[in-house]
């Protein structure tokens, strides 16, 4: 199918049709949400669109990708499938990748500065990030770990996603309309904030039927509160798990846990987080910390805990003033009143997952050989106190093989395990799993292993995290890659693999270099976001609307600069200053044109940030050299960006 | 051709043959260098290796891509056949990537920090950067454009590439041994630093057939010197022409000069470097610099100017100690003593480059539709006496389109200019240009036009800009995506295309999305380059060589810690101090192995890097705040790296 749509503005046609043309064309015809439908939720065909954008009827299962079976290539014109949301690690930051093709289309600052963009330089930003009395940032390193995306109704709604930071214990949030962080939490006397998830639905309101929480996992066991006293008698240690509000970004409460814990995973429902339980042994040193054959996946009732708040049954640690409960197994005896419930799964386990049919959590080993697949209605019962043992809810723990980390699903009944130490993913089925651990011994729930390249951690599949699953392309995050790029130096790419997994065997067909260090991803397509490219201008309250109000404006010392900027020029062009002045110079870009950005740097003033259309931006900075400073676009903007500039002229 | 090598650490075969066993078996049947050659120079046969690595034979033309005549594919276990060298723009970086794929596979740091390896934090980094009185760094900001390597006999030697500041006027060295920052240089007296380009031997000395000149061009008149008088007397302004020493990277000469400049190129021979020259009319306002219908190109006599610092015949502009020769035409009309030669070209032109048989520079006229043909040998006679008018150096100026901004080649005979505002690509035939200017007019020099999407600046192809020039790949950094990828909110990714030019019509082959604002490349075969992958520890004084030699040591409040990693642990583990110390802390990777880098980081401290196999790396920092602070590893290194952690225990 072809479309020849008129372009509005009339500009020349390029090759191939673009996305906003067709969009447009799309909507004209009233075929918008089908034509670029991706997954089960909005196409019971479960075909996605073909990369020009033409709806996709009824294709064979294959055609469900943009260049064939196993082959990622996507062509020039045409557009990726799906969106993926990919941490950074030590990066400290955010992207986004366009899947199949693993072309990085942006990088969400949040944690650290971001030089392009300004952020941790610009008012704004600082804002966000938080800084020390004297205005300095208060942090600047981050390790971003895993992100996640908001739910309504069991798929995303494309409104936020959240990172968290493993070295400040903080939480991100992007919007993603804008594509943007706009909120920063810090937890409180947490230390090594691992893993995050969002709830899916509230527990008790079935009106909510999307994210209001985000749970956190916390990693390193601190002194509580951690003031430097009992810093060295490991058994005034402690680990709490955290729960934020997803919407005001206030910490809600805390559970004091035993052990470590790390990642995160949320049930339908909305009735229960859990997190993988290690260290039980609660040891200082990696070889105190696997003694025991046994740790856990812990279940956290929200619920009961909420109503404990409620009821005022909590403590609170040092100076914070966030409840915290008793997620500790001695306080949580009884199954009726119990917070928590523990599950017992083998030696020192890393992740847990939700199945996409809402009835499993599947929680790896690491230092064992199997999964562990734990019913959610049998962890339910027990709650109820219907099941006398925890670890009756288990229902499967088959043997995948050496160093099993995560689990992703397919929507057909697969899960699909990273296997660290052998560098394989293992797909294996669920049923027959659970059909083996109730006994027949004749099932062999392997279903086929591949050799990804190398030590894979993290693995997701196109919507494997929502009730979408649609199996059709699946990431995995490999740690080393060695030789799998041409060298570069002592620091190698990392490589994120993606295979597709439509048929019964996969099929790697993409090795894709990344800068360290990835952690976790997730990937859905396209039509889930609707990202906005032009600002408006009514939510900045000091935006300069017009080139008439631009100038600029003297207190004392104090000088207030309002200018716009319009491709070529910025008005005022000339800004006369003084050694020893204060200025705060708000730049609005009153371009209107989708990709007109424009930059702004200071020679020898350190300034540097970038503006967007209807964006307005601000900076504050202290005159201390004299001098003509030419300040200039430093983002491509027009036939004569290299004449957009106009001269800081400071007096001695 | 299938090689079975064996391994010489015996882990097990991955899928394919990696590089670095192939570059094993190769080098054991002798045939390394003929196996990976790429370019002309290695390869009479112009055939570069598949991507497999397997010799290449004697194939068709087309063979000379890894998937085939316009296809970037490069499938699972292939190597891209080359490397590209990157600016990034204000991301303030530059990149490596891989070419067809495409593949982002390092960043270099320089001007700006590096959250992922500590630059700009580690005490090494730190002294290469620079900082002021207090420790905290000169710059935080930068805005790289024009990357170029070190030459040898006319190609790449793989020893240095070098980027531009503009913002700072700094330009950045980078050791392509273990690819990292080595050296920045600040430019004196110089705003708007833009064009760069290394010398290709030196212009008197044969034997020295290398690198040893690293030319800038200023884009900015500013007052000279820059002290805050002068400042709104813009006949005062001045603009500077720098060349430093591409070894020591001390400043060795400017020539000050009219209007302004942007891009560099220089001559196979030495002899000269060029540079665009425009606002001839040094004007203040863009509209202001467009009134005069030719600009020119401006070329630098180097021994001349080198001869006339030696006789002490420049000046030197305030603190600045570096002499400076004048380029102004005014005190170069004489050509047997003039240290330039002025060439007029068309209307406020842009890029020059220089062709890779030696013999023209092409200079774009931006605002004019034409590119200026100059022929060396005509300047060099112009500079002896022999010409009498230095615009007879003109050979051609064909007509090529919209916007010509820079130009590239094939080594057959053709340039390919960027057409900036029609969006294309002008393939044009050098010979052809020049007769048709020498009067046949029935010559049509125009081969092939495609079209880019959108705004094309710089241009590259293959080995253009050395004497290997292979026409085989060609990229075009397009400064809008527009619609080409998916919505990212309003900043968009750029758009690096790369073309397929092997045959007489140029093809589209792909659309890169990249983070803003790559402006220029270097295209070049893998097997030019020989990166290391581990250090040597011996080149770090302070490297503690072994686990019994790490502990801390106290003198006062002043505390040294000597730590080593190897995964998955620290020596020591647990470190105490107390609040008041200021701490130097050594991390001796003694790991050997390739590829394991770790990382170090401690929370609330602000405190997080990478040390790469046999690397030492230090941190200065003041110990203000009590408590347990879990150090651990950031860079994945081991199946037990969530366990890489220790103890800094911080008493009150």
């Known amino acids: 199918m072809s479309l020849k749509a008129q372009d509005s503005h009339g500009e020349k046609e390029p090759a191939g049709i673009g996305r906003r043309r067709f969009l447009n064309a799309a909507a004209a015809l009233g075929i918008g949400s089908v034509a670029l ?15 020009a954008g033409a709806p996709a009827g009824a294709p064979p299962e294959h055609d469900a990708h943009v260049g064939g079976a196993g082959t990622t290539e996507v062509k020039p014109g045409q557009l990726d499938t799906h969106y993926g949301l990919w941490s950074s690690g030590h990066s400290g930051d955010a ?34 990030m938080g800084t020390n009395p004297d205005g300095s940032l208060q942090y600047t390193v981050g390790d971003t770990h895993h992100i996640q995306a908001s739910y309504k109704d069991g798929i995303y709604d494309g409104k936020y996603c959240w990172v968290n930071d493993k070295i400040n214990a903080r939480l991100a949030r992007f919007r993603l309309d804008y594509m ?23 527990p008790v309101d079935p009106a909510i039927n999307y994210t209001t929480r985000v749970f956190c996992g916390q990693e390193f066991r601190v002194p509580l509160p951690n003031h430097g006293k009992d810093i060295e008698d490991a058994t005034k240690y402690g680990a709490l798990f955290t729960c934020v509000n997803a919407l005001t970004m206030e910490v809600k409460w805390q559970a004091r846990i035993d052990g470590n814990c790390d990642l995160v995973a949320t049930s339908f429902d909305g009735k229960l987080a859990a997190t993988n339980q290690y260290n039980l042994e609660e040891g200082e040193y990696y070889t105190d910390m696997m003694s025991f054959e046994r740790d856990a996946c812990l279940f956290f009732n929200v619920a009961r805990i909420e109503q404990a708040v409620k009821e005022g049954k909590f403590t609170t640690i040092g100076d914070s003033k966030v409840p915290v409960v008793e997620g500790r197994i001695e306080f949580n005896k009884d199954p009726k009143t119990a917070l928590v419930c523990r599950v017992s799964v083998p030696k020192n386990p890393h992740g847990v997952n939700a199945s996409p ?17 734990i019913e959610l ?31 992703t699903f397919d929507g057909r009944g697969n899960a699909y395990t990273t296997l660290f130490l052998d560098s ?4 294996w089925n669920v049923e027959k799993a659970i059909k083996k651990y109730a006994g027949d011994k004749t099932i062999n729930p392997i279903v086929h292993k591949i050799d990804v390249m190398y030590q894979p951690g993290h693995i997701n599949a196109t919507c494997a995290e929502t009730r979408a699953a649609d ?30 997994i439509t048929g019964e065997q996969m099929i790697l067909a993409h090795d894709n270099a990344v800068r360290p260090e990835p952690h976790d991803f997730v990937i859905f397509p396209r039509d889930w976001l609707h990202p906005k490219q032009v600002y408006n201008m009514d939510d900045f309250p000091m935006a300069t609307k017009d080139a008439s109000e631009a100038g600029v404006t003297r207190n004392g010392n104090k000088v207030t600069v309002k200018m716009v900027s319009f491709a070529p020029s910025y008005e005022p062009s000339d800004v006369k200053l003084k050694v020893g002045d204060e200025v705060t110079w708000y730049l609005t870009n009153i371009d209107k044109v989708e990709d007109l950005t424009h930059g702004f740097a200071i ?35 027009h036939a004569l960006h290299l004449e957009m500039r106009g001269r800081m002229m400071v007096e001695p």
């Open 603 to 637: 020679p020898e003033y350190n300034i540097q940030f970038i503006v967007n259309p209807q964006e307005t931006v601000s900076v504050t900075f202290k005159v201390d050299k004299p001098g003509l400073f030419w300040f200039y676009c430093t983002n491509f903007c």
């Open 471 to 500: 199996g059709i392309w699946m990431a995995v995050g490999n740690k080393f890659s060695k030789d799998r790029f041409l060298p570069v130096g002592p620091l190698h790419a990392e490589n994120d693999q993606l295979l597709d």
């Open 37 to 51: 439908a991706g997954c089960k939720e909005d196409s019971p065909k479960n075909a996605p669109a073909d990369a």
């Open 95 to 128: 992207r986004i990748l366009g899947i199949p093709s693993g072309r990085e289309l942006a990088r969400m600052p949040c944690f650290v500065t971001d030089h392009l963009t300004g952020w941790g330089l610009t008012n704004e930003s600082k804002a966000i």
């Open 377 to 407: 209605q049998k962890v339910l019962d027990w709650f109820d106190g219907k099941l006398d043992d925890p670890d009756k809810a288990i229902v499967a723990e088959p043997e995948v093989g050496l160093g099993p980390l995560h689990t």
């Open 180 to 202: 943007v962080c706009d909120k920063i939490t810090k937890l409180p006397n947490v230390q090594g904030f691992h893993g995050i998830f969002p709830d899916k639905r509230d």
């Open 424 to 427: 394989q993913v293992c797909k």
């Open 357 to 373: 049919d809402g009835k499993y959590f599947v929680c790896s080993g690491k230092l064992s050989p199997t999964c562990t697949v």
